[in-house]
Each structure stands twice: as structure tokens, then as C-alpha cells.
């Protein structure tokens, strides 16, 4: 199973060439929401929802449970990093990579941030 994050699942139902690997997909909590708020705020919701509801039912993917108090270690633990470093990333990045390192999960990205954290495995996407 692996990690997708929000830049991924959103060029997919742009009905961009985005070919996701065969592997089971699991949504983090922070893609859940971004992918949720974007489709609510975007310019075509009654389109979209749809589309978004039908992918996160696929028998592949899993969503995440929620933001539980077993991430804040890693989360803790990945934002010392980056400050120290002097790389700071998205809070909403942030939390998508604490979840990712609890469950010890590649993530799927096109997100350029995600190169500072060692703390993850990245599957990158053009």
C-alpha cells in the first residue's frame, strides 16, 4: 500500500495522464481534506463530487481513520528536522508526512517539498 497525495489524485480527476501504480492506495487525512475542501470550493463541485466519491470507493483505495495522537512524535519529530535545517514545509505537508512515516508508507507525490524530509520514502510523479 502506498501513500497519494493531494497534487496526484487531483490531476487524475482533471483527467490529466496520471497512471497510479497497481498497488492499493491509501489517502492520508490531510489529502482527504485538501481533496474535499478543493472540490466544495472549486468551480464545478456538482461535477466534481461525484468523481471524488467514486474514487475514494474504489475497492483499492483506503482513507485514513484521522489525525490520532500516535502522529505527534513523528510530527514532532520531522518539524525539529526541518527547522533545524532551516526547510520548513506546509503544515498541511507536514501532517501528510508524520502520517506517512508512522505507517511507514512510500508516498506518491509530485510535490517537490516533500525531497526535505528523509524521514519518508517518495514515489515521485512527473
Not at 56 to 82: A, C, K, Q, R, W
Not at 92 to 101: F, G, K, P, T, V
Request: net charge negative; with cysteine; glycine share 4%.
Amino acid at each position: 500500500m502506498i501513500a497519494v497525495d493531494t497534487n496526484i489524485i487531483s490531476a487524475m480527476l482533471r483527467g490529466e495522464d496520471c497512471v497510479l501504480p497497481n498497488d492499493e492506495l491509501y489517502i492520508p487525512y490531510v489529502v482527504l481534506a485538501e481533496l474535499m475542501a478543493g472540490v466544495s470550493a472549486g468551480n464545478n463541485p456538482r461535477k466534481n463530487k461525484p468523481l471524488l466519491d467514486s474514487f475514494l470507493h474504489d475497492t483499492n483505495v483506503t482513507t485514513s481513520p484521522g489525525l490520532t495522537p500516535e502522529l505527534l512524535p513523528f510530527y514532532t519529530e520531522i518539524y525539529g528536522y526541518l527547522r533545524a535545517k532551516g526547510t520548513p514545509i506546509s503544515p498541511n505537508d507536514l501532517w501528510i508526512a508524520a502520517e506517512c512515516m508512522y505507517l511507514s508508507m512510500s508516498l506518491l507525490t509530485r510535490d517537490n517539498d516533500f525531497k526535505s524530509v528523509p524521514q519518508i520514502i517518495l514515489i515521485e510523479k512527473d
